[in-house]
C-alpha cells in the first residue's frame, strides 16, 4: 500500500461498536465531566453487562460529547446493532439528554461486512521515507468480494462534512495517525468526493507539530460517517 499500490484486498470485519452523544449546547461542560447513560437493553462490552454506566465529556472539533465507560472500555459487542428504544443521558451540572424510538442501523453491525463501503490507500513517500500524501479509492463489499464503489454509490451513504449540511459534531471524513512513541495526531480531514490528502505536518495531541516518517507510523485508521451519523473506523498497517 505504498508509492502507487493500494491495499485493495483489504477487507474489514466489524468486531464491535461504540455508544457516543455529540451536542451544539453552549456552554460546553468541561473536558472529563461526570456523566450517566440508561439503555433501552442490556449491552455487553468484554466482560461487563448491564443497561446502566458512567461516563465522561470529551470536546471534539466543535460542539461536545458524552461517552460511557465500561470498566475502562468503551466498545460493545453485543448486541450486533444498539438496543432499540429509550435513551437517558445525564451530565453532571448540565442536565438529563432523553433520546426516544432510537433505531440501530443495519448498515452496520457487528460480524457483518457486506454493502460496507470504505477507503483503501496508498502511502506516498519521498526520499527520505517522509509520508507526503495519502492516495485513496473507495470500495464496496458485494457478495463478501470488495469492488470500487461508484461514485453515486459513495455520495449516497458517506457524509462530508465539508459539503453536506448537517449538525453532525466534529469532521468527516478523517484520518488520524498512531505513532510508536505511543503518541496521536489530531484528525485530518480528507473529502469525500477526492483520492487524496497531502500530509506535510500533522498536530500531535499534547505536543508540537510533525513530519511523518513512515517507520514512526504504528497505524492510521480512517473514519467514515453515514448519513445515518453512525461513523465507522478502519484501522490500517503494514
Known amino acids: 500500500m505504498q508509492n502507487g499500490s493500494y491495499n485493495e484486498s483489504y477487507i474489514p470485519n466489524p468486531v464491535n461498536y461504540a455508544t457516543l452523544m455529540g451536542a451544539f449546547d453552549t456552554p460546553n461542560p468541561q473536558e472529563g465531566t461526570h456523566g450517566t447513560i440508561t439503555f433501552p437493553g442490556t449491552v455487553t462490552s468484554g466482560s461487563v453487562s448491564g443497561t446502566y454506566f458512567d461516563g465522561t465529556v470529551f470536546l471534539p472539533n466543535g460542539g461536545w460529547g458524552f461517552q460511557p465507560d465500561f470498566g475502562g472500555n468503551n466498545a460493545i459487542t453485543d448486541p450486533p446493532i444498539p438496543p432499540a428504544g429509550t435513551y437517558i443521558i445525564t451530565v453532571d451540572g448540565k442536565g438529563t439528554y432523553t433520546f426516544h424510538n432510537v433505531q440501530g442501523t443495519e448498515l452496520a453491525q457487528v460480524g457483518v461486512n457486506e454493502g460496507m463501503i470504505y477507503p483503501v490507500f496508498s502511502i506516498i513517500t519521498d526520499a527520505e521515507g517522509y509520508i507526503t500524501a495519502l492516495n485513496y479509492k473507495w470500495q464496496i463489499i458485494e457478495n463478501g468480494t470488495p469492488r470500487p464503489a461508484t461514485p453515486e454509490e459513495v455520495e449516497v451513504a458517506i457524509l462530508d462534512t465539508d459539503i453536506d449540511p448537517s449538525e453532525y459534531v466534529g469532521m468527516a471524513p478523517i484520518i488520524q495517525f498512531w505513532f510508536t512513541d505511543d503518541s496521536s495526531s489530531d484528525p ?39 448519513s445515518s451519523f453512525v461513523t465507522c473506523k478502519f484501522s490500517y498497517s503494514w
Open 188 to 226: 485530518v480531514k480528507i473529502s469525500r468526493d477526492g483520492s487524496s490528502v497531502s500530509i506535510d505536518t500533522v498536530s500531535v495531541i499534547g505536543g508540537s507539530p510533525r513530519r511523518v516518517k513512515l517507520t514512526e507510523v504504528k497505524f492510521f485508521q480512517a473514519a467514515t460517517t453515514l
